[in-house]
């Protein structure tokens, strides 16, 4: 297979030919896709960096935050300290209100 190299692109608004690092259209002003989605990808790697993002994830989401805590660039102990903690919260947050369901019925109900 032979390495091709690249020339020029097509605006995937107009049609204009670009050249291949155009971050936007010089005839309709089209911000090319691949770069919208590198800036946003990168934008979401900054939010998941963040304390606070990482505290709301695991007060909201529980245990389906996990996958998203290693996507992070934290270090693989405060990863893992991450889904301990997010798996214990769970659990905690489960069994009080499965107790204070029960308790719920039982005054509900004079048992």
């Known amino acids: 297979m032979e390495a091709?190299?690249?020339t020029t692109i097509l605006c995937p608004n107009c049609g204009a030919a670009l050249e291949p690092t155009a971050a936007t259209c010089r005839q309709c002003g089209g911000i090319m896709?691949?770069?919208?989605s590198d800036e946003s990808l990168a934008r979401s790697k900054q939010l998941l960096d963040?304390?606070?993002v990482i505290v709301v994830l695991l007060l909201h989401v529980g245990l389906l935050g996990i996958p998203l805590y290693w996507k992070t660039n934290y270090s693989l102990g405060v990863r893992l300290f991450l889904v301990v903690a997010s798996i214990i919260y769970t659990v905690g947050a489960v069994t009080f209100i499965v107790v204070m369901v029960q308790w719920l019925f039982h005054?509900?109900?004079g048992g």
């Open 4 to 6: 091709l190299n690249v």
């Open 33 to 36: 896709a691949k770069q919208q």
């Open 50 to 52: 963040r304390p606070w």
């Open 107 to 109: 005054q509900v109900t």
